[in-house]
């Protein structure tokens, strides 16, 4: 007589997680996504922060202008809160002002990258009292770095 007992006993196994290779496609799949998505981000954080220090310089201008037009000179220092772009916060790019001879109707500025900014492609950006837009670079083309 066989009881129900007697059969063979048949186990079920169900398995719940990854496997080895699923596990290594997915940091397959991330690895690549990073490598393509990280430059792109830093390259679009450097371009904001080039708009910034490119805004902060026509606002000194304005500023000397506004000068210029109260005391008939430039002067030769800026106030505090338009030496560095941004102007609050860790500073990206530190400005200068000159001027030629002192003071009088020629002026200069300079906006020249610290911190995170050091080493960029576009390098210094220089605005002159007629408007005219430079870049201290020799890599870079003026209108990919004052236009971007």
């Known amino acids: 007589m066989s ?3 007697d059969r063979p006993v048949r186990v079920s196994r169900s398995v719940d ?10 940091v397959a799949i991330v690895a690549i996504l990073s490598a393509i998505a990280l430059p792109s981000y830093d390259e679009y954080v450097r371009r904001g922060r080039r708009a910034d220090a490119q805004a902060q310089l026509l606002q000194v201008a304005q500023y000397l202008e506004r000068h210029y ?3 008939g000179n430039y002067g030769s220092t800026l106030p505090q809160g338009l030496a560095q772009s ?3 916060g860790t500073a990206q790019y530190n400005l200068t002002l000159s001027t030629n001879p002192p003071g ?3 002026f200069t ?6 911190g995170g900014m050091q080493g960029d492609k576009c390098g210094e950006f220089i605005l002159a ?9 020799a890599t870079v083309a003026i209108d990919q770095c004052w236009n971007r």
Do not use: Q
């Open 3 to 5: 009881t129900h007992n």
């Open 109 to 114: 500025l300079t906006a020249t990258p610290t």
């Open 104 to 106: 009088y109707s020629v």
């Open 86 to 88: 941004p102007a609050t």
């Open 129 to 137: 009292h007629t408007g005219a837009k430079f870049v201290a670079s």
């Open 17 to 26: 997680g990854f496997t080895l290779i699923e596990l290594m496609l997915v």
């Open 69 to 71: 037009t109260t005391h």
